[in-house]
């Protein structure tokens, strides 16, 4: 059996330009990606999206336009699954109601949690692929930069 991991994200983009972005620590690995996560069972794209900005963000977001589905063989870093990933451009309905760190993997020190989240808000200019960790993260980037950016 191979199994598959659908995930999906968001490019939130505010009103002055700051594209939203995730620094994550698991099982002692950093990652820097957009916000978003993975499908539960019986769950919609967009219903897993709104769900995953609410846990994370605890902000309501609405759904712009799709950017990119992953189009190419991504392994997960984390287990044998496949990754399928899918993009969308969103924009927040609610106040962003987390609090925004200026330094990259800006975590609590003093936490034991097992998975460790602080956010950022780049400008869009100075958001560069290399900064995001994930290739399917890079793609999508570069896909909202050359086709959809307005």
């Known amino acids: 059996m191979y199994p598959f991991n659908v995930r999906v994200y968001g490019l939130l983009i505010n009103t002055k330009g700051q594209v939203l972005i995730a620094d994550e620590k698991t099982e002692n690995v950093s990652f ?3 916000p978003g996560g993975g499908l539960e069972y019986g769950e919609g794209l967009i219903d897993a ?3 995953e900005f609410m846990e994370e963000c605890n902000t309501s977001i609405e759904v712009i336009r799709h950017i990119y ?3 190419f063989w991504e392994k997960s870093s984390f287990n ?3 990754i399928i990933s899918i993009y969308y451009l969103v924009r927040a309905t609610s ?4 609090e925004v760190h200026q330094e990259k993997f800006d975590f609590d020190q ?3 949690a ?3 989240e602080a956010f950022r808000l780049v400008d869009r200019e100075d958001l560069k692929i290399e900064d995001l960790t994930f290739r399917t993260d890079q793609v999508a980037w570069n896909t909202y930069l050359t086709s ?3």
């Open 49 to 51: 999206l709104k769900r």
């Open 148 to 150: 959809y950016q307005s």
């Open 69 to 71: 589905t992953t189009d």
């Open 95 to 98: 106040p962003l109601a987390v």
């Open 110 to 112: 003093t936490s034991v």
């Open 114 to 116: 097992l998975k460790q």
């Open 32 to 34: 820097t990606k957009f």
């Open 80 to 82: 044998e699954s496949q």
